[in-house]
Nanobody
Framework: QLQASGGGLVQAGGSLRLSCAASGRTFGSYPMGWFRQAPGKEREFVGRISRSGSITDYVDSVKGRFTISRDNAKNTAYLQMNSLKPEDTAVYYC?????????????????WGQGTQVTVSS
């Protein structure tokens, strides 16, 4: 089970850190991903992190602004979002997968958190 938190309302240029807390003792066995969905749009890949945390991958629109990390001892993954823009406004979801390839595709993820709203005002 995944629980996302940390969303809120922030002005453009501001920062937020989202957390994704996982239950269970095998958190470190799963690659994790972050996705977002704006109203009327499809769910979009934001970034992902490998099981150890040594490999990350981001969509071009957030590179240099967002950072994904994880603390396997705390069963928690993070999405640090800096220099936020109004176009980053969306519901953000964390997800875990048993797969090791094609991890930009949301259909490759087995477990999903409930989502947390991020709103960036201009």
């Amino acid at each position: 089970q995944l629980q996302a938190s940390g969303g809120g309302l922030v002005q453009a240029g501001g920062s937020l850190r989202l957390s994704c807390a996982a239950s269970g003792r095998t958190f470190g066995s799963y690659p994790m991903g972050w996705f977002r969905q704006a109203p009327g749009k499809e769910r979009e890949f934001v970034g992902r992190i490998s099981r150890s945390g040594s490999i990350t991958d981001y969509v071009d629109s957030v590179k240099g602004r967002f950072t994904i990390s994880r603390d396997n001892a705390k069963n928690t993954a993070y999405l640090q979002m800096n220099s936020l823009k109004p176009e980053d406004t969306a519901v953000y979801y964390c997800a875990a997968t048993q797969n090791l390839s094609q991890l930009r595709d949301p259909s490759r993820y087995n477990y999903w958190g409930q989502g947390t709203q991020v709103t960036v005002s201009s």
